[in-house]
């Protein structure tokens, strides 16, 4: 065994209090109130969030696992010498594609970026236990951990970025063709990128798979509520809010809600608010976009990438786009 556990000191604005505060001063004051889904991942949003992957109406994570693991030759190449994933969440799918690559290749690195410190330790531990790699984990925001990255960036070998999960659809479109350039800025030419999204489908499906009969997709987006309270004093009444997801035709996207069930008044005492809620008054908490195969090779393209494979699942209707840098 060749690994290493490293890890940058965590040097986020979304990861220290301030930020987060004046975040929330900011987003719950605009018209219409809302908050960056980003927040969605403290310890027990983290864990929700895997909760929500194990349900049967939110298909997303195993379609796309089975897609990693059907073409994980051609993704991880025997070239590939150091390995960027953002958003990493509990390592799983990095371990399997790596496992299913199979061995007859020398030192791994990875780097594995994301804003929760409980996931990514778990994802450290997970891919620790792999032969011949070194694991650095940057708790960070993604445009951090592609600043850290590209300091980090090697002599010889080629790179790989991650972007999984269909995470590329929390974006709005001007969001994501920046950040899309920013991971094209922290690569060079020939390093490869590996996008997961999810696709259009019929509207019943999409809206079980952000409204689930248990109500777990609920909790997520409650335990906002509940983060606010408990880091900056905030005095949200969760009975006061329901769940409340919708599909937005005209975008292409899920907007996930928390609606105000009657009139009433918040105060976040960290962020130094006041404010009067009417009844059925919202916060928006995240936008999913969901695309069509051509979307996703253009937005790369667009970016400085020349798509070389398309892999979807005919079931779930779930796309793997592999991309070079050009
Ligand atoms: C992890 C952002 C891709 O948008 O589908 C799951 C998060 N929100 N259920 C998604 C989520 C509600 C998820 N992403």
């Known amino acids: 065994?060749?690994?290493?556990?490293?890890?940058?000191?965590?040097?986020?604005?979304s990861g220290s209090v301030s930020g987060f505060a004046s975040d929330v001063r900011h987003f719950l004051t605009q018209d219409p109130r809302q908050l960056p889904s980003r927040y969605?991942?403290?310890?027990?949003?983290?864990?929700?969030f895997e909760a929500i992957c194990r349900l049967p109406w939110y298909p997303l994570t195993r379609a796309e696992l089975r897609l990693l693991e059907a073409h994980a030759g051609d993704i991880l190449d025997t070239d590939i010498t150091t390995v960027i994933e953002l958003g990493s969440g509990s390592g799983a799918k990095l371990s399997a594609l790596i496992a299913a690559a199979g061995s007859g290749r020398g030192r791994l690195d990875?780097?594995?970026?994301?804003?929760?410190?409980?996931?990514l330790a778990q994802a450290g531990q997970a891919l620790e236990r792999l032969e011949n790699v070194r694991v650095?984990?940057?708790?960070?925001?993604?445009?951090?951990?592609?600043a850290e990255f590209g300091l980090a960036r090697p002599a010889g070998g080629r790179r790989l970025a991650l972007f999984l999960g269909s995470n590329i659809g929390n974006f709005d479109s001007p969001g994501r063709d920046a950040f899309l350039g920013s991971i094209r800025s922290a690569?060079?030419?020939?390093?490869?990128?590996?996008i997961g999204a999810d696709l259009r489908k019929p509207v019943r499906t999409l809206l079980l798979a952000y409204d689930d009969p248990l109500g777990v997709t609920a909790a997520f987006n409650r335990n906002l509520l509940s983060r606010i309270n408990r880091?900056?004093?905030?005095?949200?009444?969760?009975?006061?809010?329901?769940?409340?997801?919708?599909?937005?035709?005209?975008?292409?996207?899920?907007?996930?809600h928390l609606a105000s069930v009657r009139r009433q008044?918040?105060?976040?005492?960290?962020?130094?608010?006041?404010?009067?809620?009417g009844e059925g008054e919202t916060i928006w908490t995240e936008s999913s976009y969901k695309y069509d195969p051509p979307e996703i090779v253009s937005m790369l393209e667009r970016a400085g990438f020349s798509v070389r494979a398309q892999w979807i699942d005919p079931v779930?209707?779930?796309?793997l786009t592999f991309a070079e840098a050009v």
Do not use: C, K, Q
Request: glycine residues 8%.
């Open 1 to 13: 065994m060749t690994s290493t556990l490293l890890t940058t000191p965590a040097r986020t604005p």
């Open 40 to 48: 969605l991942y403290d310890d027990l949003g983290s864990a929700l």
């Open 110 to 119: 990875l780097h594995l970026v994301d804003v929760s410190s409980s996931a």
């Open 136 to 146: 650095v984990t940057h708790r960070a925001t993604y445009e951090i951990g592609l």
């Open 187 to 194: 690569l060079d030419r020939g390093d490869a990128l590996l």
């Open 231 to 256: 880091e900056l004093r905030g005095d949200f009444d969760f009975n006061g809010f329901s769940h409340r997801a919708l599909w937005n035709e005209e975008r292409s996207r899920i907007e996930m």
């Open 265 to 277: 008044t918040i105060s976040v005492r960290g962020a130094g608010l006041d404010f009067v809620m």
């Open 316 to 319: 779930d209707r779930f796309a």
